[in-house]
């Protein structure tokens, strides 16, 4: 088996250096981290003031309601992309039923 080692950091640490300096806003974040998605969040919170808006999937690993609950605490509101509309779920929208969607 090879064993291949590779440096772990946080978009709060990365985006910035790429940045070289300059200034920047992020329009809109995407996360897609398989289960992670709310470990990549809160590695990125020093640099949520500069994310407009963020797309994120819910896993079975973290409750959707922590999710939900530490989003707002940071400035965000959160809904549950439907069709034909959003549903509402920062509080005080938040409802125990939306924790099975």
């Not at 772990?8 to 300096?21: F, M």
């Not at 981290?33 to 003031?49: K, N």
Request: with cysteine; charged share 20%.
């Amino acid at each position: 088996m090879k064993v291949v080692h590779v440096t772990v950091t946080t978009l709060s640490e990365d985006i910035p250096r790429q940045a070289h300096g300059q200034s920047f806003t992020i329009p809109l974040l995407k996360v897609d981290a398989e289960g992670y998605d709310y470990a990549v969040l809160r590695g990125a919170q020093q640099l949520l003031p500069k994310v407009k808006g963020i797309l994120f999937e819910c896993s079975t690993s973290t409750k959707l309601e922590d999710t939900v609950r530490w989003l707002a605490d940071v400035g965000f509101l959160t809904f549950q992309v439907g069709e034909p509309f959003f549903v509402r779920l920062h509080p005080p929208y938040w409802d125990a039923t939306y924790a099975d969607l």
